[in-house]
C-alpha cells in the first residue's frame, strides 16, 4: 500500500521574496532555486517543511525552525498526524533524480510540474518505524556533514602547509623558518631562504620532458597501458582503468614510458595537474597531451611534485597556456617554468614527508566520507521502500558512524 503527496501536507503560500533578497548575513536561512540555502533578514514561516525548487534544476531542502524561501521555491506542510515530516523529506530527496528527469519541464528554463509530485506515491509505513528511519538517517548525515567538515580544516590546513613549508623551508633543527630567525633573499619567485635557489624545470630533469604517443591505436588488452589527461582526474592514475596499445607502438616511444618515481603533467585539458608514478605503472607510457617528468637523483620527486601544486607555479603555467578551442601549455614552455627549492635534498625529502603526511589524513577522511554516502545510498534505497526494517539494517553502520 502507498500514500499520495498531496494527502500528508498542506501546501503553504507562495512566497513573496525573491532569491535577490538574500544578504550575507541575514538572521534566517532563505531557501531559494539551487543545492544550498541562503540567508535573509525575513522568516515568513515556522516549522518543519519540505521545499522544493520550481525552477531550474529539482533540489529539495528541510526547512526547520524560522526561515524564508524565494518565489521560485514550493513549500510543503507534513500533516503530523500521517507522516514524519523528516521521513517525508528523506523519501523525496531519495527521489529527486526521477523528479528532475519526469517532473520538469519547458525548453528554456524548465520548471517544476506540482502535480507530478502531489501524485507521488509514498510507501505506507508505520509511524514509529518513520521515525526510526528518519533517527538512522538524521545520524548518518550528521556523520557526512562533520566528516566533511573535518575535510574542510584539513584541506586549509594543507594550503597553509603547502604555503609556509614551500617558501620558508625547514632549518637544521626541524622548525619552519622565519625572516625574523634566518636569512632570505630576493628571488624571480619572491623571497626564498638563503639555502634556497631558483631553477628551471629543465634542470631538475636527467631525461628531457617529453610528452607519448601521437597515435595509440586500438586498445589491446593484453598490451601496454597509456595515461591520458582524462585518466588525471583523481588523486592518483588508476591503472586498471587505463586503455593499453600495443608492445610495437609503446616501443617506438620508449622515451616516454615512465617508472616509479617519475611525473606525469597535462600538457592539455585539466593543464598543470601533476600525478606520481607508483610502481603498478612502472613501463606505462603517456600520450601527446601528457609530459614526462623524470626528477634528477639530487632532487626529491615528491617535493618536486609539490612545488609543481604551488599557486607560484600555477602562475607561471597560467601565463604560458595558449589556445581557443582547448588551453595547453608546450614543451618548451614547460621546460622553462621555474621552481624555487632546496639545494640540500635531506630538506627536500623532509618538507615532501611532512605535506605527504597531512596528505594521508585527508585522504583518510575523504575515504570515511565515500563510506558514509555510499551507506546512506543502501540505507535509503532499503529503508525509504520498506523492503528491510531499521532493525536488520543498523548493523551496517557500526563502525562508520561515529
Given at each position: 500500500m502507498s500514500q499520495r503527496v498531496s494527502d500528508l501536507v498542506r501546501e503553504l503560500p507562495k512566497s513573496r521574496l525573491p532569491a535577490g533578497n538574500a544578504t550575507d548575513d541575514g538572521q534566517f536561512l532563505f531557501y531559494v532555486s539551487g543545492p544550498a540555502p541562503l540567508r535573509c533578514d525575513t522568516a515568513i514561516h515556522e516549522g518543519n517543511a519540505l521545499i522544493l525548487s520550481t525552477g531550474g534544476n529539482a533540489a529539495v531542502h528541510y526547512g526547520q525552525g524560522c526561515y524564508s524561501y524565494s518565489t521560485d521555491c514550493w513549500a510543503l506542510e507534513p500533516i503530523n498526524q500521517k507522516v514524519e515530516a523528516k521521513f517525508l523529506y528523506y523519501f523525496i530527496s531519495s527521489q529527486i533524480d526521477r523528479i528532475g528527469i519526469l517532473g520538469f519541464e519547458g525548453s528554456g528554463l524548465r520548471h517544476l510540474r506540482k502535480n507530478f509530485v502531489r501524485q507521488y506515491s509514498v510507501p505506507d509505513i508505520a509511524r514509529p518505524e518513520q521515525t526510526k528511519i528518519a533517527e538512522v538517517l538524521s545520524t548518518v548525515d550528521r556523520?557526512?556533514?562533520?566528516?566533511?567538515?573535518?575535510?574542510?580544516?584539513?584541506?586549509?590546513?594543507k594550503t597553509g602547509l603547502m604555503q609556509d613549508l614551500l617558501t620558508r623551508g625547514i632549518d637544521e633543527h626541524g622548525n619552519l623558518r622565519s625572516e625574523k630567525t634566518h636569512k632570505f633573499k630576493d628571488s624571480p619567485l619572491g623571497r626564498i631562504p638563503v639555502e634556497w635557489e631558483v631553477r628551471a624545470l629543465s634542470d631538475l630533469v636527467d631525461e628531457d620532458i617529453t610528452y607519448g604517443i601521437v597515435q595509440a591505436g586500438p586498445h589491446i588488452e593484453e598490451g601496454v597501458p597509456y595515461i591520458r589527461t582524462g585518466d588525471m582526474t583523481g588523486n592518483n592514475i588508476e591503472s586498471s582503468k587505463l586503455l593499453k596499445t600495443s608492445v610495437k607502438i609503446a616501443r617506438s616511444y620508449g622515451r616516454s614510458s615512465v617508472y616509479l618515481g617519475d611525473i606525469v603533467f597535462a600538457l592539455r585539458a585539466t593543464v598543470g595537474m601533476v600525478l606520481p608514478i607508483m610502481e603498478e605503472l612502472n613501463g606505462a607510457n603517456l600520450t601527446q597531451g601528457t609530459a614526462k617528468i623524470s626528477p634528477k637523483n639530487s632532487i626529491s620527486s615528491?617535493?618536486?611534485l609539490w612545488a609543481l601544486r604551488t599557486s607560484i607555479v600555477k602562475n607561471q603555467i597560467r601565463v604560458h597556456q595558449k589556445g581557443t578551442t582547448f588551453m595547453e601549455i608546450t614543451l618548451t614552455d614547460l621546460r622553462k617554468i621555474k621552481v624555487s627549492i632546496p639545494k640540500q635534498k635531506k630538506e627536500q625529502i623532509q618538507i615532501a614527508n611532512r605535506l605527504s603526511a597531512q596528505y594521508d589524513l585527508n585522504t583518510k577522511y575523504i575515504l570515511i566520507l565515500g563510506k558514509l554516502r555510499s551507506l546512506k545510498t543502501a540505507l535509503m534505497q532499503d529503508l525509504l521502500t520498506g523492503k528491510?526494517?531499521?532493525?536488520?539494517?543498523?548493523?551496517?553502520?557500526?563502525?562508520?558512524?561515529?
Open positions: 556523520a557526512i556533514e562533520q566528516t566533511e567538515a573535518i575535510i574542510a580544516k584539513q584541506e586549509r590546513i615528491t617535493f618536486l528491510k526494517s531499521v532493525t536488520s539494517l543498523l548493523n551496517d553502520a557500526e563502525g562508520i558512524i561515529v
